[in-house]
């Protein structure tokens, strides 16, 4: 298929089928630049039938080719590693000067437990994660701040900005913690 090279492509993919199944029947057709893929990534609280693990996954878009990319309610439903390669892959497909906007659940560092009267992160996963269903780590993770910030610089991301979320703060923009930033 040949497009515009005025016209940008869009990309949308999640691991939850049933929402980019309705993406594709009811914005692909009005808006045709605009892209579904259903990433079929093995997590365990979302697609635990899921046939790629996160850390494995390739994200369908080449290579310096978006400006934008937003994530939300991501990774908070991600282990250390998965978060790490998603980093990696974000700053593949986004070009020099382009933003991210993903939101996260962040903690303070060193705390054994985090609580908050939305979220109680009882439980640590190699003493980096937090999360909060015992038999699901998947369903509601947190990280310390110091180390998504650590994690974007290492991936080619700089001028980061923080939003706390309501989940911790009554004054927050939005429920989750915003983490904005540039790739340099």
């Known amino acids: ?25 009811n914005i692909t057709p009005k808006h ?15 697609n635990a039938k899921g046939t790629v693990a996160s850390e494995d996954y390739t994200f ?44 996260f659940f962040l903690v303070q560092d060193e705390q054994e ?13 190699n003493k980096l994660a937090y999360y909060s269903h015992k038999d699901c780590i998947e369903a509601e993770t947190g990280y310390p701040q110091s180390w998504v910030e650590q994690l974007l610089r290492k991936h080619g991301f700089g001028h980061i900005a923080i939003h706390p979320g309501t989940w911790k703060d009554p004054q927050g923009v939005s429920y989750q913690d915003i983490v904005v930033a540039k790739k340099i």
């Open 1 to 25: 298929e040949v497009m515009n090279e005025q016209v940008k492509t869009n990309v949308g993919f999640d691991i939850v089928k049933r929402g980019i199944t309705w993406c594709q029947k």
């Open 113 to 125: 437990t985090f609580v908050t009267p939305h979220v109680r992160f009882l439980y640590r996963y």
């Open 60 to 103: 369908p878009a080449e290579d310096k080719k978006f400006d934008f990319c937003f994530a939300t309610s991501v990774f908070t439903h991600m282990l250390p590693d998965e978060v790490d390669h998603y980093f990696k892959e974000t700053s593949r497909v986004m070009k020099h000067g382009s933003t991210i906007f993903f939101t």
């Open 32 to 46: 045709p630049h605009f892209r579904f893929v259903h990433a079929n990534v093995k997590n365990k609280f979302y």
